[in-house]
């Protein structure tokens, strides 16, 4: 990949990757932190990934970035307490993007990033496969059973209102 090839790969992708990662982590800088060492890798294997093959390699390289990101998270727990006062009573918030992202929150990592991906994004069962390292029947079974999760949480009249 020439130096011009991989500068169209950044304005061609970027958006999209960033907003991949983005509805993953839910935290601006950590998704842009992840996309730019994706970026920064391609740079470094220019040489090895031709031009056609960067949009799947940069997804790939990101999503592992972000399962990295995610279990370095989970492994630093911090415990924060608040005065009684100063506590927020909790209200039911009839927003349909909420709503939808509380039941995405309630999905695997894998899950999420499925549905992010055919969805949100509308990658092929392909191109899902290659970013996600699974074949194109695994990503179509795992897609199903994640819809239907959403379908079951969505259905429910108490997670609505």
């Known amino acids: 990949m020439t130096e011009k090839e991989y500068n169209k790969c950044v304005d061609l992708y970027s958006d999209n990757l960033f907003r991949f990662i983005v509805k993953n982590l839910e935290h601006t800088e ?3 932190d992840v996309v730019q060492n994706a970026f920064e890798i391609l740079w470094k294997h220019c040489n090895d990934v031709p031009f056609e093959k960067a949009k ?5 390289v990101a999503y592992h970035n972000m399962i990295d990101h995610v279990r370095k ?21 009839h927003n ?3 709503i939808i992202e509380k039941a995405l929150n309630r999905l695997s990592d894998v899950q999420k990033s499925l549905i992010l991906l055919k969805d949100y994004e509308g990658y092929s069962y392909e191109e899902i496969g290659e970013i996600m390292q699974l074949n194109p ?5 795992y897609l199903h059973r994640a819809r239907a999760h959403l ?11």
Do not use: G, P
Not at 56 to 60: A, M
Not at 73 to 93: H, P, T, W
Not at 137 to 141: A, F, L, P, Y
């Open 30 to 32: 950590d998704a842009r």
């Open 56 to 60: 799947s390699y940069l997804f790939t």
């Open 73 to 93: 998270v989970k492994r630093v727990s911090l415990v924060e307490e608040f005065k009684e006062e100063a506590r927020v009573s909790e209200q039911k918030i």
């Open 96 to 98: 349909a993007r909420s």
């Open 137 to 141: 029947s695994q990503v179509k079974v």
């Open 151 to 161: 379908k079951e949480y969505l259905v429910k009249m108490e997670n609505v209102i």
